[in-house]
């Protein structure tokens, strides 16, 4: 079993930067892939970025250059510092952790403002 606590959100003005965390906690040990996605409103969940166990990362187009993954193995948590932000970047932002299966972190909402 995986837990995971996002935090971090908040409302912000376009141009403006926040930074969301994710604490794991439980059998971290068995998580092969973490990522950070964003669901709007009306919308379907899509994936943002994520790192493998490795530390390879990848990037959704719309955040490429704008957000960065990153991790603090010591702490068992997961970063994304979110740049130059977009009214379009509004969303639910969720953290997930794939072992054999996906968990899934409570979300935490990201308001950016015209």
């Known amino acids: 079993q995986v837990q995971l606590v996002e935090s971090g959100g908040g409302l912000v003005q376009a141009g403006g930067s926040l930074r969301l965390s994710c604490a794991a906690s439980?059998?971290?040990?068995?998580?092969?892939?973490m990522g950070w996605y964003r669901q709007a409103a009306g919308k379907q969940r899509e994936l943002v970025a994520y790192?493998?166990?490795?530390?390879?990362?990848n990037y959704a187009d719309s955040v490429k250059g704008r957000f960065t993954i990153s991790r603090d193995s010591a702490k068992n948590t997961l970063y994304l510092q979110m740049n130059s932000l977009k009214p379009e970047d509004t969303a639910v932002y969720y953290c997930?952790?794939?072992?054999?299966?996906?968990?899934w972190g409570q979300g935490t909402q990201v308001t950016v403002s015209s």
């Open positions: 997930g952790a794939d072992t054999f299966k996906r968990y």
């Open positions: 439980g059998t971290i040990s068995s998580i092969n892939v």
């Open positions: 790192i493998t166990r490795g530390g390879r990362t």
